[in-house]
């Protein structure tokens, strides 16, 4: 039997957003065999124009064979056309789409989000909740933020978590309503203003002239503002009663206005209409110098008499500013990958890394005593060491730290991975892993200390390293978010070259930049990084200074997918720490003071979204959810914001919030 060709394959919807990790809990009709089964919810577009909701289970998501022996693999969603590892399409088709769930927008009627914005229920009838989801990865406030942008919705009075969908022509019935009311016109009210609309960027004077004798008429009801002597004084001059032409300055007025105006404004066309938008802008891009490294006598400073590091906030606010001083990174850097708590004495932290060492002693033990029969009848564990030798062998050979045969770095290096691979089995050992190790290594030297800390580094970026790839293809789909925001010339530019995905940065995100900068360089941008400031997903910001800086010349160039992902490959060992960092800082000022800052933006950047839902953990314990399902402040987002500040102070033009006087004395 032959299989289908591709022109067999009708087209199908096409993707305007897609959440991964999602979980179908319950299903009207649906087969039990496909509940609690795992898939991707998504916002889609179909043929003819309309829009829909669609849930599509896992195993719709497959890899293409040419990319599974690649370096860098990436995972592609097979949305379109079904095909299976050997890259041919399925010839039943039909059969796989036909467990695809879809609701369409039309049709939704409400939808519930509860469990600390976790689930979600959507209904297109009347006191029935057809199909509920869970998101597993997250919460469900980026689902909504997206969906909004496609449906008017109201929350209901008697429960908070549950959404209206508000029809459009009910809102166009107001508005015709609300315009009735005025008694402007004399004419159809809708006619009139999409004829106003419509017409006022080919003919601003003409259209503009006729919206005021429209209001002319007000004049006679002293209520509703200025008369129709004063309209007629600014129409003709002092002789109102003359009725001579507009005077040339107002003309000019005009025609500059409208020449301003054509460049904030964009123009979406219909057969019926023509609707002219203002083009959000951001506020200027504040230039923040970077401060000097945390020094030796600071550090000191910020400890008691026993050790405890005092001032935390204000320590990792130094570091943020300028890095830390190499001579005392080994001890810094334990505390900021918790790998030695702040509160620690230094008995404690001694007695700590005891036990520490015992335990990494006994975890290396397990892997060393095995024997070849051993590893004969246990295939994972084989897989694995097999790949970490293959790593280690090519990891940074051409750095002296690591260079030459027989190194016993290498094998130390081989020897923490290896390690790794017993304390989390489930995640065991992905390449790339050697790559986040080896500046450690090159720093701390004790094999101990490397691998505690490289446990607390991979804590946080663990997601990246998921053989789902969910957590990596969402920091994508949040990078793409945020370069539209911050540069939508670029983003729109990405999108006609089929590079919207954001697949070009999948190194930078997988090792955090780690080849994109020299041993030195890649030390200062961690240090900082691991703070957490200025924000959430700070290493997002990154990479879009670093594309913003790019911008002109990809898109002077006219690059595609190609020229784009070798100028960005290009670009490691050529970029400047300092610059990148400061530029990363001024976006994250610029994008929090503009006026449109979407929740999306915000959750992304680990602020309270402004349409804040009340979720219940239980049926009488209520609790204000916000990105992370966690309860939060108004200013949670902002790391310069902390309850009981008592200062605010002013560094190169910007405010900042103080914990304390002594903190701001140590950033002078």
């Known amino acids: 039997m032959s299989s289908s060709s591709v022109e067999d394959i009708p087209e199908q919807c096409k993707d305007l957003f897609t959440q991964d990790g999602v979980l179908l809990k319950a299903c009207m009709g649906r087969p039990i065999t496909?509940?609690?089964?795992?898939?991707?919810?998504?916002?889609?577009?179909?043929?003819?124009?309309?829009?829909?909701?669609?849930?599509?289970?896992?195993d719709l998501i497959t890899i293409d064979s040419d990319t599974q022996d690649q370096e860098w693999a990436v995972v592609n969603t097979i949305g379109r056309r079904q095909r299976t590892l050997s890259g041919n399409i399925t010839s039943d088709y039909a059969n796989a789409r036909s467990r695809i769930i879809k609701i369409a927008l039309d049709d939704l009627k409400t939808f519930r989000v509860t469990r600390n914005s976790q689930q979600m229920q959507f209904s297109t009838k009347p006191g029935i909740w057809q199909t509920t989801f869970y998101f597993q990865h997250g919460n469900a406030e980026i689902f909504v933020a997206n969906l909004k942008n496609h449906i008017k919705t109201a929350k209901t009075r008697h429960d908070r978590n549950t959404y209206v969908v508000i029809e459009p022509n009910v809102e166009t019935q107001v508005l015709?309503?609300?315009?009735?009311?005025?008694?402007?016109?004399?004419?159809?009210?809708t006619d009139v203003v999409w004829n106003l609309v419509s017409n006022f960027k080919q003919r601003p004077y003409e259209t503009t002239m006729t919206a005021f004798s429209k209001l002319t008429d007000i004049g006679s009801n002293p209520q509703q503002g200025c008369s129709t002597v004063d309209l007629e004084k600014f129409y003709y001059g002092n002789e109102a009663n003359g009725k001579r032409?507009?005077?040339?300055?107002?003309?000019?007025?005009?025609?500059?206005?409208?020449?301003?105006?054509?460049d904030t404004t964009t123009v979406t066309k219909s057969d019926e209409y023509e609707v002219i938008s203002v083009k959000p802008t951001l506020p200027p891009r504040p230039i923040i110098p970077r401060g000097t490294p945390l020094s030796t006598e600071k550090w000191e400073g910020l400890q008691d008499t026993e050790g405890r590091v005092t001032e935390v906030d204000g320590v990792k606010q130094?570091?943020?500013?300028?890095?830390?001083?190499?001579?005392?990174?080994?001890?810094?850097?334990?505390?900021?990958?918790d790998y030695t708590p702040w509160h620690m004495t230094h008995a404690e932290i001694r007695s700590l890394q005891r036990k520490r060492t015992e335990e990494y002693f006994s975890m290396k033990l397990q892997w060393r005593s095995m024997t070849e029969g051993q590893e004969s009848r246990f295939s994972e564990y084989r897989d694995r060491k097999s790949l970490v030798e293959k790593d280690v062998a090519r990891t940074d050979r051409t750095?002296?730290?690591?260079?030459g045969d027989n190194n016993p770095n290498l094998a130390v290096l081989q020897d923490i991975l290896m390690t790794y691979v017993m304390y989390n089995f489930d995640l065991g050992y992905v390449q790339g892993m050697s790559d986040i190790l080896a500046p450690l290594l090159l720093l701390l030297g004790n094999e101990v200390d490397s691998f505690w800390c490289f446990v607390g580094f991979m804590e946080r970026i663990v997601s990246n390293f998921d053989m789902a790839q969910a957590g990596k293809k969402q920091q994508l789909r949040q990078l793409q978010q945020l370069l539209t925001f911050c540069s939508p010339e670029l983003a729109q530019h990405l999108a006609q070259k089929d590079s919207g995905n954001m697949y070009f940065c999948f190194r930078w995100l997988l090792v955090w930049f780690k080849r994109e900068f020299s041993f030195r360089d890649i030390m200062r941008l961690w240090e900082v990084l691991w703070t957490g400031?200025?924000?959430?997903?700070?290493?997002?910001?990154?990479?879009?200074?670093?594309?913003?800086?790019?911008?002109?010349?990809?898109?002077?160039?006219?690059y595609g997918f190609t020229e784009i992902l070798k100028h960005v490959n290009d670009l490691s060992m050529c970029l400047d720490v300092d610059k990148i960092l400061s530029t990363g800082e001024g976006m994250y000022h610029q994008i929090i003071s503009a006026h449109h800052l979407t929740d999306q933006v915000r959750i992304i950047l680990g602020m309270t979204p402004l349409n804040v839902s009340v979720s219940t953990n239980s049926d009488d314990e209520p609790t204000t959810s916000g990105a992370n399902g966690m309860e939060k402040c108004e200013n949670a987002g902002d790391p310069l914001f902390t309850p009981g500040m008592d200062e605010e102070l002013e560094y190169n033009g910007l405010k900042i919030s103080v914990v304390t006087t002594s903190v701001w004395a140590l950033l002078a």
């Open 176 to 189: 015709n309503k609300s315009f009735a009311e005025l008694d402007i016109f004399t004419e159809n009210t």
């Open 245 to 262: 032409d507009v005077s040339e300055e107002v003309a000019d007025l005009l025609t500059k206005s409208m020449s301003a105006l054509e």
């Open 399 to 403: 750095h002296p730290f690591f260079a």
């Open 533 to 558: 400031l200025p924000c959430a997903n700070f290493h997002l910001l990154i990479c879009v200074a670093i594309l913003d800086a790019e911008k002109d010349t990809i898109i002077n160039n006219n």
């Open 318 to 337: 130094l570091i943020f500013r300028g890095g830390v001083a190499h001579s005392i990174r080994q001890s810094v850097w334990k505390y900021l990958l």
């Open 34 to 58: 496909d509940l609690n089964s795992i898939g991707m919810l998504c916002v889609v577009v179909n043929p003819n124009g309309s829009k829909c909701i669609e849930w599509r289970p896992n």
